[in-house]
């Protein structure tokens, strides 16, 4: 069962372009949802995240968008650039009832960006 | 600062041996991570420790292992290795801040095949 869902396996843009990656969740008690990116032969690193007391969180280039009765999110990029291009997991926390999650994240099955110069 | 390391980076195994895994963090925090990481299947948490000699299971714990003697240091430990287990697996570490980020701190990651 999973809980997280990224159904795009792939995504391919032009450089200076909008980047529009999605995620899905069927776990109405998340409460917390992290955007990682990954480049080839090393971790994911932190991108960006928002509380699901939120609907939008802004950093530079990237904003992600929380619509919590679809269940669903997205991370933006503007403008796309060749750098970006990497694999995106959407993350989500919480999740446990009436108890701490310990910071624990289920994740999807991420999306592999590529930005054309 | 080193962050999250992690050894080693490869390893071929034979199916039945074992072995351990070691995550080291210098950023003082409480809680760590085991993930692998299979292709279309994202990261998936195996144990995870929320301090120095706690230890608890995550999604797919079975076949392996874990110890926390140190703040620092997370074992994963394979006593008896399948093929299944070939896959790249990641620690991470974390810690619940003001504003309950949850950021994980991530390790390069270890490549391990079982034939």
């Known amino acids: 069962d999973q809980q997280v869902k990224q159904n795009s396996p792939s995504l391919s843009v032009q450089e200076g372009r909008i980047s529009i990656l999605n995620c899905d969740y069927t776990?109405?008690?998340?409460?917390?949802f992290l955007w990682y990116k990954k480049y080839p032969a090393e971790g994911p690193t932190f991108l960006i995240s928002?509380?699901?007391?939120?609907d939008k969180n802004e950093d530079g280039r990237f904003t992600v968008f929380l619509n919590k009765s679809a269940k669903h999110l997205s991370l933006h990029i503007v403008p796309s650039q060749p750098g970006d291009s990497a694999v995106y997991f959407c993350?989500?926390?919480?999740?446990?009832?009436?108890?701490?999650?310990?910071?624990?994240?289920?994740f999807g099955q991420g999306t592999i960006l590529t930005v054309h110069p | 600062n080193a962050g999250v390391t992690q050894t080693p980076k490869f390893r071929v195994l034979k199916t039945g041996q074992s072995m351990t895994l070691l995550c080291a963090q210098d950023?003082?925090?409480?809680?760590m991570y085991w993930y692998r990481q299979d292709p279309g299947m994202g990261l998936r948490l195996i144990h995870y420790?929320?301090?120095?000699?706690?230890?608890a299971k995550g999604e797919v714990p079975d076949g392996y292992n874990v110890s926390r003697l140190k703040k620092q240091n997370f074992l994963l430990g394979l006593e008896s290795a399948a093929p299944s287990q070939t896959s790249v697996y990641f620690c991470?570490?974390?810690?619940?801040?003001?504003?309950?980020?949850?950021?994980?701190?991530f390790g390069p990651g270890t490549r391990l095949t079982v034939t």
């Open positions: 991470a570490s974390s810690y619940v801040g003001r504003e309950r980020s949850y950021e994980q701190y």
């Open positions: 776990n109405s008690m998340f409460d917390y």
């Open positions: 928002i509380s699901s007391i939120k």
């Open positions: 993350a989500a926390s919480g999740g446990n009832a009436g108890g701490t999650s310990y910071g624990k994240l289920t």
């Open positions: 950023m003082n925090h409480e809680y």
């Open positions: 420790s929320v301090g120095e000699g706690t230890t």
